[in-house]
């Protein structure tokens, strides 16, 4: 309708999208002014609730419970379990199988049992101790293998088939066998769990949480309330961090501080010590991976066969989505003729673990990955020859799911590109020469790709909405129901909207995330928070920009192609009028100056019961090299260099998306390297503080890291002016350090493949090493 210039086109002068614009509350981060619910102003009365729990046992009946010492305490108002829950004890997403409070086991080490309801937290939290527990001790399933011996599961197995795998495997000339353990991940967020709630009038309650999901916080306050869910207003205006563990696990802190305001009558505020939100809180599924590989003598797989064993915890969370996306990316970026990929979804009476950066794909790809390392080992080639042997390509383009790869040229030209700008071969020689040359010290050199899938795999979760005010001074109120957890969404959104209005950023006010304003959001999570929610903001603003077009079109006599938007203005003809000006005579011609857009992911088709569709709607693509060193002795290690080539389509905002990129690399190396968690044989976490987690700091940062955006010819999909995701993908480019370390254990004897598990901490470079000793062939 409108004669706007086309926002695909790189040629198009843009005023806000693709350019490297500042966080919205970058200057508020570092000053220490951006409010976060624990900066909050606390109303007169608020009250704090400490969880409490079991600290002697671990899993078990709950015989009695004596909470009378706990009630006298000082400042004390309230004491709450189970049976003060007005309405389901219940804070899952789905299943039904998270209780608020435990009612008749302790079903994991730090499972909550009561809280306390205090005039301050240190009274509340020295109260909780007083508590006196009878359980009767059983026997907890801990391992992977423990649950397999014992046969219990949180959901039903699932895999992939395609072709005929075991002819495959019969007709391959080579074929290969291992097994590798993947560790998990603790968040690690810088907020923690923390939550508010005001009761309202009417049985209302409003609640303010650190979630990445706050329609989700609505439904869990009101099923626990027993409310309508229009009684409950969730809010959230940015997070402190959340990487997944405030998608689900948000929901039983919500829950705790709403029944206490409930029960109280006044405000109620809960946050998490740290040690007690690492102990209480899921993380990364942790897995055990079997496989076995069918490959021709040039290295090209001819059959995979991969089970993937899950520990899941003691619910099922959202073990089903995690579990199926592992699956979905165990191909990696490579083509198998025939596979069989199968899941277990094991139960272990452990905290239940939850969505995490990648949701599952890091740990299918690392086993991929482990694949591809092993034959290029076996046949003492370059993995990144037997890597690029089995790249998709135009011939071989379908994954083992049925969902064809299209954009294949992208990745064979971002990998060459990085193959030739990290100066991968010369570098190969130099480690060659170093490791000929040192009997203690030993280079790796490594180059891994990245295909990650965006989209959720469940679709209804594919839709987003956004409400856009236009006010009569020309400033523009901005909502939508993504959350903003540092990632930048936020600014991007406002980017957008100022965009497509055509006016400058500060005309664009941004709003918390808020259920009365954009009902039923779906989560900020698979890397879809901008996607789906600035494609909504965006057809707002545009809708409303129409009504002002037809209206102008009417008052001026002219065609649409006589209007143009731009820097605050409204030019129609050879006339000019601020946007204020044209607001206000549109509202007083009656024409409605607002919008709830709304937008749903096109193409979505997967259905899972037959394992058939399209269940993602592009790809996104990277590629990293990374040159480690390991000490033999020790087994300590350092990161000399990486680099990273990355595709984002068309860059939103450069600046946020390269920060993304860098953040979730390191974050992905310290999965794969020094962060490690670690049960005793009782089943109590014993790495839960930063004594003894550790997640890496500056000085792990290589001291040579160079990030580059792809440069090709944008997101071949309609999304928000052809840009892709990056919120996840970047965390699989750190596959690349891993891959490196297996690269430099394997050089102590050529031929034979490391015994390498992730995290691969100085102690599992030790093993590995001593392991590859005394298989040595001579």
């Not at 370059?382 to 089995?390: H, S, T, V, Y």
């Not at 899972?608 to 993602?616: H, N």
Request: charged residues 20%; hydrophobic residues 40%.
């Amino acid at each position: 309708m409108t004669a706007q210039l086309d926002p695909n086109d790189l040629t198009t002068p843009l005023k806000h999208v693709r350019k490297a614009l500042p966080h919205d509350s970058a200057a508020k981060h570092v000053s220490g002014k951006a409010t976060y619910i624990d900066d909050m102003v606390e109303p007169v009365g608020t009250l704090h609730v400490v969880p409490g729990w079991s600290r002697q046992a671990v899993r078990g009946r709950i015989l009695a419970m004596d909470l009378d010492e706990v009630q006298a305490s000082p400042g004390v108002v309230a004491v709450l379990t189970a049976k003060d829950v007005p309405g389901k004890n219940d804070c899952s997403s789905a299943f039904g199988d998270d209780p608020v409070f435990a009612e008749d086991e302790i079903l994991f080490y730090g499972q909550v049992a009561f809280a306390v309801v205090g005039e301050t937290r240190d009274l509340a939290r020295k109260a909780a101790l007083k508590a006196k527990i009878d359980i009767a001790p059983i026997t907890p399933i801990l391992t992977a293998e423990d649950a397999v011996d014992a046969d219990t599961t949180v959901l039903p197995d699932y895999q992939f088939r395609r072709g005929s795998p075991e002819t495959g495997m019969n007709a391959a000339e080579e074929i290969l066998t291992g097994s590798m353990k993947i560790g998990g991940q603790e968040h690690f967020y810088l907020e923690g769990q923390v939550a508010m709630a005001q009761p309202q009038e009417d049985g209302g309650m409003l609640v303010y949480s650190s979630t990445q999901h706050p329609t989700e916080i609505q439904h869990t306050v009101a099923k626990v309330l027993g409310v309508p869910d229009a009684a409950v207003t969730a809010e959230v205006r940015r997070m402190g961090g959340g990487f997944g563990g405030k998608e689900s696990q948000a929901n039983q802190w919500a829950a705790l501080a709403s029944v206490a305001a409930s029960h109280t009558g006044r405000t109620c505020k809960i946050r998490l010590d740290r040690d007690d939100d690492m102990i209480m809180t899921g993380k990364r599924h942790d897995f055990k991976v079997n496989w076995q590989v069918g490959h021709d003598s040039e290295g090209r797989i001819r059959a995979v066969d991969m089970e993937f064993l899950a520990r899941c915890g003691y619910s099922v969370d959202l073990s089903l989505g995690v579990n199926d996306r592992t699956l979905f990316h165990a191909d990696s970026s490579y083509f198998y003729p025939d596979a069989l990929i199968r899941s277990r979804r094991l139960r272990t009476d452990t905290c239940s673990n939850t969505a995490f950066r990648g949701f599952g794909g890091p740990q299918g790809m690392l086993a991929a990955e482990r694949m591809i390392d092993a034959i290029a080992i076996s046949l003492d080639k370059d993995p990144l020859e037997i890597r690029k042997l089995n790249f998709y390509d135009g011939e071989r383009n379908l994954t083992p799911f049925g969902m064809p790869v299209e954009e294949f040229q992208v990745m064979h030209d971002l990998i060459a590109q990085l193959e030739e700008s990290s100066d991968y071969w010369a570098r190969r020689d130099d480690v060659r020469f170093f490791n000929e040359n040192n009997a203690v010290l030993k280079k790796g050199l490594a180059l891994t790709p990245v295909k990650f899938g965006i989209s959720f795999t469940l679709k209804h979760l594919n839709q987003a909405g956004a409400l856009v005010h236009l006010y009569t001074d020309g400033s523009i109120h901005l909502n939508h129901g993504g959350t903003e957890m540092g990632q930048g969404l936020y600014q991007k959104v406002a980017q957008v909207v100022a965009e497509e209005f055509g006016v400058s950023l500060n005309k664009v006010r941004i709003t918390a995330t808020n259920t009365s304003k954009v009902p039923n959001t779906g989560p900020t999570a698979a890397s879809s928070g901008t996607d789906l929610n600035a494609m909504a903001a965006k057809l707002a603003a545009k809708e409303i920009k129409n009504r002002l077009i037809t209206f102008l079109c009417e008052l001026h006599q002219c065609g649409p192609e006589a209007i143009f938007f731009g820097d605050n203005k409204v030019v129609v003809g050879d006339q000019s009028f601020a946007l204020s000006e044209v607001a206000k005579l549109a509202h007083m011609a009656r024409i409605q100056l607002s919008h709830a857009g709304y937008y749903a992911t096109p193409g979505i088709t997967w259905e899972r019961e037959s394992a058939t569709g399209r269940p993602f709607y592009y790809f996104a693509f990277g590629g990293a090299c990374a040159e480690v060193t390991i000490d033999t002795m020790t087994g300590e290690m350092t990161v000399d260099r990486v680099d990273i080539l990355h595709d984002v389509g068309h860059s939103l905002n450069p600046a946020i998306d390269l920060g993304q990129i860098e953040g979730g690399f390191v974050q992905g190396m310290g999965w794969l390297t020094t962060e490690e968690l670690v049960w005793d044989e009782e089943g109590r976490l014993r790495t839960h503080a930063p004594s003894t987690y550790k997640i890496p700091t500056a000085s792990d940062i290589p001291e040579e890291f160079n990030v580059r955006l792809y440069e090709g010819s944008g997101n071949p999909q309609a999304t928000v002016y052809r840009s892709k995701a990056v919120g996840e993908p970047p965390v699989m480019l750190a596959n690349a350090v891993f891959c490196a370390i297996n690269d430099a254990v394997a050089s102590l004897s050529p031929g034979v493949v490391p015994n390498l598990d992730a995290p691969a901490t100085p102690e599992a470079i030790m093993k590995a090493v001593q392991d590859m000793r005394r298989r040595k062939i001579s």
